[in-house]
T-cell receptor
Framework: EDQVTQSPEALRLQEGESSSLNCSYT??????LFWYRQDPGKGPEFLFT???AGEEKEKERLKATLTKKESFLHITAPKPEDSATYLC???????????FGKGTTLSVSS | DGGITQSPKYLFRKEGQNVTLSCEQN?????MYWYRQDPGQGLRLIYY???????QKGDIAEGYSVSREKKESFPLTVTSAQKNPTAFYLC???????????FGQGTRLTVV
């Protein structure tokens, strides 16, 4: 059973067209939810950590939010350079390492 | 600059051969991890280590081995027992478990 599920698998946007990526989780005792950006052939780059429901973090055109069951990564007025795969991961009380979702591949065209 | 260095970037393995992937970090992190990434599969945990001289199997440890003799180093050996080793291998480290992990640039292993 998937403990971290990301949707959609792929998303195509026009430049300036805002949208959201979803990450839902089913673990008990959440200790942190993490967002990463991964470019092709590269290692994931850390973006945000969220610890509790209601928390929000922002960085340039990205804003991450957290509820008790899911997190959203909102992308406002995206640019082509935002094209990448966005990964969500969770750390939880009984866990020893972060558990990752399969990612959402975002393509932004000009 | 602090970070995680993986080498080599590309590695080719012949059938029946063992190969070792290097991972070094200068972030002074206690925890280190190896993940495997396949298309459509996401990141899957191979091995992790919380402290020097201690490591634990992850979800897909069969056919792999590791050592943690120094805090900075966590090499991964892909043995001939791993029947499908072609993948992208990522090493990561964190201050402790359940905190943000930082990744190296990966090693792409191909069986020839």
């Amino acid at each position: 059973e998937d403990q971290v599920t990301q949707s959609p698998e792929a998303l195509r946007l026009q430049e300036g067209e805002s949208s959201s990526l979803n990450c839902s989780y089913t673990v008990s005792g959440l200790r942190g939810l993490f967002w990463y950006r991964q470019d092709p052939g590269k290692g994931p780059e850390f973006l945000f950590t969220l610890y509790s429901a209601g928390e929000e973090k922002e960085k340039e055109r990205l804003k991450a939010t957290l509820t008790k069951k899911e997190s959203f990564l909102h992308i406002t007025a995206p640019k082509p350079e935002d094209s990448a795969t966005y990964l969500c991961a969770v750390g939880y009380q009984a866990g020893t390492a972060l558990i990752f979702g399969k990612g959402t591949t975002l393509s932004v065209s000009s | 600059d602090g970070g995680i260095t993986q080498s080599p970037k590309y590695l080719f393995r012949k059938e029946g051969q063992n190969v070792t992937l290097s991972c070094e970090q200068n972030l002074n992190h206690d925890a280190m991890y190896w993940y495997r990434q396949d298309p459509g599969q996401g990141l899957r945990l191979i091995y992790y280590s919380q402290i020097v001289n201690d490591f634990q199997k992850g979800d897909i440890a069969e056919g792999y081995s590791v050592s943690r003799e120094k805090k900075e180093s966590f090499p991964l050996t892909v043995t001939s027992a791993q029947k499908n080793p072609t993948a992208f291998y990522l090493c990561a480290s964190s201050i402790m478990r359940n905190t943000e992990a930082f990744f190296g640039q990966g090693t792409r292993l191909t069986v020839v």
